[in-house]
């Protein structure tokens, strides 16, 4: 009986611990709640703090962090149920038997599982994500899928000649390359300057594209941008020629001129007929214009052959390294639309990235597509006859295949800009995003231009400029010529870019339906009264001659969206600007408003709004009124004097640009004053920045920038009277800064500030007169610093060891050294492993450095040593390892005319 009183006193024991520990989760069920609660936002806003991040970044997200935000989404879901079920049965009344206190029980226990689930979920963010707080990497640069796209006999025949012309025939020195677009004149010309005796025979290539117009000052100015020389808007013709004639001399020197469509004087290119280093190739549509412009040597291209065409469509349409085995029906329908092409390479390729899968795809899916393309009246096009209608087919399906209605109107919007145009893919991209076809610039640049581009639809070119990816776009000529026809039929959107137009064009004014007008580039001196396109979403008319725009124009224009009048000598914007309530893109660059009216400031939609290079004087507080800004630029606002502190109420901004204004912030509350105006703190409360540039008047102290966490690019210039010796330490919390500028801040040194800076990636100091070394400065160990650049900082004398020791600066590309007069020695060795990813080391007026380092041979990765003709000469001459004729391969000269002309 003992024995059965003890076994029911354990039971009965078990029991009641198991009903006090039921009740006690029954009873701290409401904190379990608002706990989950808790821990389902703090999930959400990391999750939104990396989408958000990797976006203005430009990065996609890392395996292990593409693997989380999956597993989280699941999770997440599954809680918030859990949460949804606990506030139905949260008011009911509580006991431990009835049916009420069953479904709170049930809740208590799904809640406590919830929550020990996000428990595991953090526990796992923070084991498997790098401790560096990186999470990204970079997108794949965009380049054109084909592989190889040049086949055929005639082709390869052609560069050899080419080969022979510009490297072993002096006789040789204008070559003209001509034939219809989209047969391949660029392509071949492309492929020869990749050759390295060519590139490794001159030393200097120059590629630049014709306007139409050949307009030979902007031709100019695009030669001075090729080759890195400052363009000065006062440069006559004559000056221009000289300065690029003083260049070119004595260089041997190749200048490609692409689409010729008239005679061009290139002496007006500083080219001399005389210099036997010099070659000239014309790429045109117009065998005429390569004999007028007396071409020694000229090629036609020609239309592929059948078969070469078939392996050019091949290229495109297959994987590297897979199987061309196809089944023999589906083989001859796509030779069927192949034969459309008419043999035209750019035709071809098109096809092969919009055609289904050789493998994967049904016979039906090619018979479908052979029947649309065959259906294609070639008269859609107006009669060109410079162009064959056929070759519009290919094309037009190429169009016609996108999947959506907003990947065809982002293509479409590139015709808005003018021919041949380089167009910058931010601005791009911010006229998709006021037009609602893509949701944010991640999606326009890593999902539209990514298909696009595989679409062999445009280009894209991207450079690295001061530690940001410069993304250029461009259109083929024959391409956009479709795409315009094609938008005024299909789309209402008129699009007459650079057609040196003097006169609003009357098609703007009698059609009302118009969706998109663009008269950008064009010699337009005035703009009617009024225009009544109340479809209207986009104007562009920037770089135009208008200098007022009328009272009632936009009085009509209910949906504009996009409104640019940028390079445009207007003065006012007129009152009918209040109507315009959906507008979200505001582009008033360089122009000559001195005040924007109040009327302004209440378009509450804008998020975009540019007022650089404006003589500007005021912000006022009416600015408070956009509260959708996101991205303000007021950069080299020269007679801005005023900023109202109400600019931190702007909490959404994400871009502030004020960079070398008159406004200068300080960090001192000034006194004296009637009205008020920004100071730095005002602009540390905008916690969403992500890009600032600032002038300062004054120190920053402590405790005043920490606040700026999602800062990713940091600009700051100190004017001359301001001593800023040392940064303050909480720039150490700025853990996503990846660009960091500082001109005139005399840091005597920071240690350690820099090594907190973990994803940082390119860093320049200018001007900082007090810096000795850059030894202490903890950058050797930033794991993700690619490049450095240093100049004018007058009483530096040495850059540290550490610059060749093995384990630092593990990713460091580039290190540039401008004009450091006190500079003696860089690290007297490199050791082995040292500096595994150094590509570009470049030395400018640094002439008190008279040896490289040894084992500087050594560096695989080293592709360039740039630097002055002067200090290269006199290095070459003292340094021994200089007499290794790989190193001196390396040798690029900086192009240098006088004080004021370097680059």
């Known amino acids: 009986m003992d024995f059965i009183s003890g076994r029911v006193k354990e039971i009965i024991s078990s029991r009641l611990q198991a009903i006090v520990k039921e009740i006690k989760h029954l009873t701290s069920v409401s904190n379990d709640a608002e706990r989950l609660r808790h821990e389902i936002d703090c999930v959400k806003g990391i999750v939104n703090h990396i989408n958000s991040g990797l976006s203005w970044k430009g990065r996609q997200p890392l395996a292990v962090v593409r693997q989380w935000v999956s597993t989280q989404e699941q999770i997440v879901n599954s ?176 200048v490609i001129l692409d689409d010729v469509r008239r005679i061009i004087d290139v002496s007006n290119l500083g080219i001399s007929a005389s210099e036997n280093t010099t070659k000239v190739v014309l790429i045109s549509r117009d065998k005429e214009v390569c004999k007028s412009m007396k071409a020694d040597r000229m090629i036609a291209m020609k239309h592929l052959t059948v078969e070469e065409g078939w392996e050019l469509f091949c290229k495109g349409a297959f994987v590297a390294g897979e199987d061309h085995n196809i ?17 035209h390479p750019l035709a071809i390729k098109m096809l092969a990235r919009t055609m289904p899968l050789l493998h994967s795809s049904a016979l039906s899916d090619w018979e479908c597509v052979l029947k649309e393309l065959k259906a294609i009246d070639p008269q859609f096009y107006r009669i060109d006859e410079e162009i064959l209608m056929e070759l519009f087919k290919p094309l037009k399906h190429s169009y016609d295949a996108l ?56 280009d894209v070119e991207v450079k690295e400029e001061n530690g940001i990816d410069s993304w250029k776009v461009k259109i083929h000529d024959l391409l956009r010529d ?68 009328p009272e009632r124009f936009l009085e009509y224009l209910y949906m504009l969206k996009v409104l640019d009048l940028s390079n445009t000598p207007i003065k006012f914007l007129p009152m009918s600007i209040r109507h315009l309530y959906d507008l979200i893109y505001l582009q008033l660059s360089n122009t000559q408003i001195r005040v924007l009216h109040d009327r302004t400031f209440e378009l509450s939609r804008v998020q975009f709004l540019d007022l650089s290079f404006s003589p500007l004087i005021c912000i006022q507080s009416m600015i408070k009124k956009m509260k959708c800004l996101r991205i303000l630029k007021l950069a080299h606002c020269y007679d801005l004097e005023f900023l109202s502190p109400d600019i931190s109420q702007l909490t959404g901004l994400e871009e502030l640009d004020m960079w070398k204004t008159l406004f200068a912030f300080s960090c001192e509350f000034e006194t004296g004053q009637e009205i008020k105006k920004a100071s730095l703190q005002d602009v540390c409360k905008l916690h969403r920045l992500k890009r600032l540039r600032l002038t300062l008047k004054s120190p920053i102290e402590e405790r005043t920038v920490g606040n700026l966490v999602e800062l990713q690019e940091l600009w700051l210039l100190w004017m001359p009277q301001v001593r800023q010796t040392h ?168 192009l240098e005319i006088h004080d004021n002309y370097h680059v």
């Open 79 to 254: 809680a918030e149920e859990v949460f949804l079920q606990y506030e139905e049965n949260k008011n009911r009344r509580l006991c431990c038997c009835c049916p009420h206190c069953f479904l709170v029980k049930r809740s208590s226990r799904k809640i406590r599982n919830a929550l020990a689930e996000l428990n595991e979920l953090l526990k796992m963010k923070d084991s498997d994500f790098p401790k560096n707080g990186d999470l990204g990497e970079p997108q794949e640069t965009l380049q054109q899928p084909m592989r190889n796209e040049l086949v055929g006999a005639f082709v390869h025949e052609k560069l050899s000649e080419l080969e022979t012309w510009m490297l072993e025939d002096g006789f040789v020195r204008v070559i003209g390359v001509y034939g219809m677009p989209g047969v391949g004149k660029t392509s071949l010309l492309k492929q020869i300057i990749n050759n390295k005796r060519v590139l490794n025979f001159f030393k200097l290539v120059i590629w630049v594209t014709v306007s139409r117009e050949g307009d030979i000052s902007a031709l100019q100015r695009r030669i001075f941008e090729r080759i890195e020389l400052p363009w000065r808007s006062n440069l006559s013709i004559d000056e221009a020629a000289a300065v690029l004639h003083s260049v070119f001399k004595d260089r041997r020197l190749l």
């Open 327 to 343: 089944d023999s029906e589906i083989e001859q329908l796509a030779r069927g639309v192949v034969k459309e092409s008419k043999g």
């Open 403 to 458: 999947e959506t209605d907003e990947l065809r109107l982002c293509f479409l919007c590139m015709a808005a800009y003018g021919e041949d145009e380089e167009i910058d893919a931010d601005q791009l991209i911010q006229l998709w995003l006021a037009e609602g076809l893509v949701k944010s610039r991640f999606e326009g640049r890593y999902v539209v231009l990514k298909i696009l581009v595989d679409r062999c639809l445009v």
């Open 482 to 549: 479709m795409v315009v026809h094609i938008a005024e039929i299909d789309q209402n959107s008129l699009f007459l870019a650079g057609q040196s137009l003097t006169w609003f064009p009357f098609s703007a004014l009698e059609n009302v339906q118009w969706v998109r007008i663009s008269l950008m580039h064009n010699r337009i001196r005035s703009l009617p009264d009024e225009i009544y396109c109340r479809n209207l979403v986009t104007l562009l008319l920037n770089s135009t001659t208008i200098d007022e725009v």
């Open 727 to 894: 940064l303050p330490t909480d720039m150490r919390a700025m853990h996503n800064l990846e660009r960091l500028h500082l001109y005139d801040c005399h840091i005597e040194g920071t240690p350690d500030l820099f090594s907190e800076l973990q994803n940082l990636n390119y860093l320049k100091l200018k001007s900082s007169q007090l810096l000795l070394t850059l030894s202490g400065l903890g950058l050797s160990r930033l794991s993700n610093l690619k490049e450095i650049e240093i100049e004018e900082c007058l009483l530096l004398t040495e850059l540290g060891e550490e610059f060749g020791r093995k384990g630092c600066f593990p990713v460091l590309r580039r290190l540039k050294l401008w004009m450091l007069p006190s500079l003696e020695s860089l690290p007297s060795s490199v050791e082995e492993g040292a500096l595994p990813k150094l590509q570009t080391l470049a030395i400018f007026r640094c002439m008190k450095v008279k040896v490289l380092p040894s084992g500087l041979d050594n560096l695989k990765s080293l592709e360039q040593i740039r630097g002055d003709k002067e200090w290269w000469n006199e290095i070459s001459s003292e340094d021994e390892e200089m007499k290794n004729p790989n190193l001196h391969a390396k040798y690029v000269e900086i």
